[in-house]
């Protein structure tokens, strides 16, 4: 006979120590379940056909001496000691037949195979720990038997499949832990019967849709960790119900919307991290007033002010709001031991006592801020008398110009702005009409999104909230609703209805489609075609979903988004500027292929007038002069459309690339050396090239001079042409090359850019 292969730890009833349990691979050839045989002979004959103590031959009347083994009175098997064997194989069904067990710890064994179904008849059991091996398969629905378990740890396999809504009859659990495997589906929400839950621990893995309300009713939940998946939807209100929570993440999905200021009756919440999400407005007052620890805001679009005029200092271990749109000026109330508010818009003075604790990186990327920190401008003196006089009368002088040129602008667009009436037909198919003015199918709007319910809700946008609706038909759209607080704001309203006659006049395949609108006081909503992937951003934010979009679907998104914009500007009269082209504003189908989307602060272009404007757009992808200019210009969709492809390149925003983009470039940082990791160079020299090739649009792109920018038309004819650069290998191939290319570029203006400094006038050639 074979020796044994594998063994670990078991705990037994009837005893209170730690015991050893060997776990074989399954020999099941030669063993059959008599139906007459006891309950001991039964786990006798377990042992047997395991193949721990296969030298024993077919004798089972002496199990209880046998080594490793120790019985109770009874006869019931009450320790299993094999620690004196190594552990290999996977866990056999057989251990199904040891019903006295109580606690089963496999951890750390280098187990493999399936998840044994048979676990499930271990109705005593109370701790089960198969953690960090290598099981896969998914989790059994006959595990919702074990009505003792408190403890189920399952993490760090390759568990597979959907979590079974059965695990929600485990009502005595405590400690469920799930995390660092392949889990996909929704969280079902059968996981709220799980009253006595204090820690759950679901992240990274591939959960996916949004979070379930009832999980907000385990009032004993101390740890939950979500982060690292793909969650979808707004953060719940509920969370204050979660009155014992102490540490939350969610960090790392597609949450969106607002922070709810309920969290903030969380009394004994200590951490909080709910970075790189999509979430949106202002930082709630209530999650300052009761403070956590720490506190991770970070890579979302959060916007306002930081808290202040609190009674007392605000105090966290950690404090994170980087990459965010924050404004207004740093609170001196703020204490952190660790502070990060880099990449926002914050202004004014850097606090005093805060320029001898902290680094400048603590700060970077805050265009107005000023403090005595390396990197950072001295901040005027306050008692400077002219410093006085400008404070006082350069908002004045700004106003009374804005005030001026918004009259001025208001009379020459009056007319241009008025939205066609809407055609009205009586079949009801609601995608048959472009004007929809809400009489049509309105009922069947309300009846899809239950009345704009928050659960339908996919997206929220600068003026509005974005709901997925499936329509009587079965076909599906996206509406993109004001919210009526919005529609009483000038700004928002005009936005809309801005977006809704310029959607309403063009016609382009890489544009998102508009079906109709609804502008009734009541409610006011535009009709979508519905993108399946949502935006570009997401998708490059997860590594799942960014490695499925490979290199010819990457180009082929640049090439698509140049197309669309080349249609606006060149195509359209009078040319529509987009100005805010951004990776949150290109949609993926379900093909990964792209539209533009979100006109809201698209402008048409006015050959008679200034083209003036007020400084809008997604941070990080603004032209340069239109901060300093407030001109609108074709060019600065240019620059836009320039950052973005880069980023679809590398994979992420660019970043600190672009403020070297000035500066001159090193020879030795290579292309291959920015693309996103994630995906491997291609093999295929042809994409080789197109890579290069997108590369070099963006690059031209980018230049600091608009005038040497190329226009969207040329750059889309050169996408459609078969011109590459040559290329042998991306490695070869520098970043100073790709900037100083002159494609794009007439005579004239190669003449004034290699007069300005701005090409040195390397070449690639191009071949057909």
């Known amino acids: 006979m074979a020796s044994p292969f594998c063994c670990t730890t078991l705990v037994l009833s009837y005893v209170s120590i730690a015991l050893v349990v060997t776990i074989f691979p399954t020999f099941g050839t030669g063993f059959t379940r008599l139906a007459t045989t006891s309950e001991l002979e039964m786990e006798a004959k377990a042992l047997l056909h395991l193949g721990w103590w296969s030298w024993h031959g077919n004798d089972t009347r002496g199990h209880c001496r046998w080594k490793g083994i120790a019985c109770n009175k009874a006869g019931s098997i009450t320790r299993i000691d094999c620690s004196w064997v190594a552990v290999s194989g996977s866990i056999s069904p057989e251990i199904g037949a040891l019903s006295s067990l109580k606690s089963l710890d496999l951890s750390h064994k280098g187990l493999t195979g399936e998840l044994p179904q048979s676990l499930g008849k271990l109705t005593l059991l109370e701790k089960l720990d198969l953690s960090n091996n290598f099981i896969n398969g998914s989790i059994p629905l006959d595990w919702g038997k074990m009505k003792s378990l408190k403890q189920l740890n399952l993490s760090g396999n390759q568990i597979r499949g959907p979590i079974p809504p059965t695990l929600g009859k485990l009502t005595n659990l405590e400690q469920l832990d799930l995390s660092f495997n392949q889990i996909t589906g929704a969280i079902p929400r059968e996981i709220g019967n799980l009253k006595n839950l204090s820690e759950l621990y679901l992240s990274k893995n591939e959960l996916n849709g949004w979070i379930p309300s009832s999980i907000f009713n385990l009032s004993r939940l101390s740890l939950f960790y979500l982060d690292s998946n793909l969650l979808e939807g707004p953060l719940p209100q509920e969370m204050e119900n979660l009155k014992a929570l102490r540490f939350l993440d969610l960090s790392n999905n597609k949450l969106i919307g607002p922070i709810p200021s309920q969290i903030g009756n969380c009394l004994v919440l200590e951490e909080l991290y709910l970075s790189n999400n999509h979430i949106t407005g202002s930082i709630p007052f209530e999650v300052f007033t009761c403070p956590p620890h720490t506190l991770d805001l970070s890579h979302n679009f959060i916007e306002g002010e930081i808290p202040h005029q609190f009674d007392n200092d605000l105090y966290f271990n950690i404090l994170d709001l980087s990459h965010n749109n924050l404004t207004g000026m740093i609170p001196e109330s703020l204490w952190a031991s660790e502070l990060n508010l880099s990449y926002n818009s914050l202004e004014g003075p850097i606090p005093e006592n805060f320029s001898y604790r902290f680094s400048s990186d603590s700060f970077w990327g805050n265009k107005y801020l000023c403090g005595n920190l390396p990197d950072f401008s001295p901040c005027p003196s306050k008692s400077s008398n002219e410093l006085k006089i400008v404070q006082i009368i350069l908002p004045v002088l700004c106003f009374l110009a804005f005030l001026g040129l918004g009259v001025l602008l208001f009379l020459r667009s009056r007319a241009k702005d008025n939205i066609p009436e ?347």
């Open 422 to 768: 809407p055609n009205v037909t009586k079949n009801g198919d609601l995608f048959s009409i472009l004007n929809f003015d809400g009489r049509i199918a309105f009922e069947d709007i309300i009846e899809a999104t239950n009345d704009f319910d928050i659960r339908y809700c996919i997206g929220t946008g600068g003026y509005g909230s974005v709901y997925r609706a499936q329509l009587p038909s079965g076909k599906i759209i996206a509406l993109k609703k004001l919210h009526r607080r919005e529609a009483e704001v000038l700004a928002f309203d005009k936005s809309f209805k801005n977006e809704a006659k310029i959607l309403s006049e063009i016609r382009h395949k890489n544009i998102v489609k508009l079906h109709g609108f609804c502008l009734h006081n009541r409610c006011m909503f535009l009709i979508y075609e519905y993108m399946a992937r949502g935006s570009l951003f997401c998708v490059l934010a997860y590594d799942n979903e960014a490695m499925e979009m490979d290199w010819i679907k990457r180009v082929k998104i640049i090439k698509d988004t140049a197309c669309a914009l080349s249609y606006l500007h060149h195509d359209c009269h009078p040319p529509i500027v987009h100005r805010d082209i951004s990776s949150n504003n290109i949609l993926l189908n379900s093909n990964l292929e792209a539209c533009v989307s979100d006109f809201g602060t698209a402008r048409l272009i006015d050959p008679d007038s200034s083209n003036q404007t007020m400084l809008v757009g997604t941070y990080g992808y603004i032209a340069p002069e239109l901060a300093y200019t407030m001109v609108v210009t074709e060019k600065c969709d240019v620059y836009s459309f320039g950052v973005l492809a880069l980023e679809i390149l590398m994979g992420k925003h660019p970043g600190e690339l672009l403020v070297s983009l000035s500066a001159s470039f090193s020879k030795n940082i290579m292309l291959s050396d920015i693309l996103d990791p994630r995906l491997s160079l291609p093999s295929d020299r042809r994409v080789a090239k197109d890579i290069v090739f997108a590369a070099t649009v963006a690059f031209a792109c980018l230049r600091s001079n608009p005038k040497f920018r190329p226009t969207m038309k040329c750059a889309s004819q050169e996408f459609l042409s078969r011109k590459r650069p040559v290329a042998n290998r991306l490695q070869a191939i520098s970043l100073l090359q790709l900037k100083e290319h002159d494609l794009y570029m007439d005579d004239e203006a190669k003449f004034q850019s290699q007069k300005s400094g701005e090409i040195v006038g390397l070449h690639a050639s191009s071949s057909t």
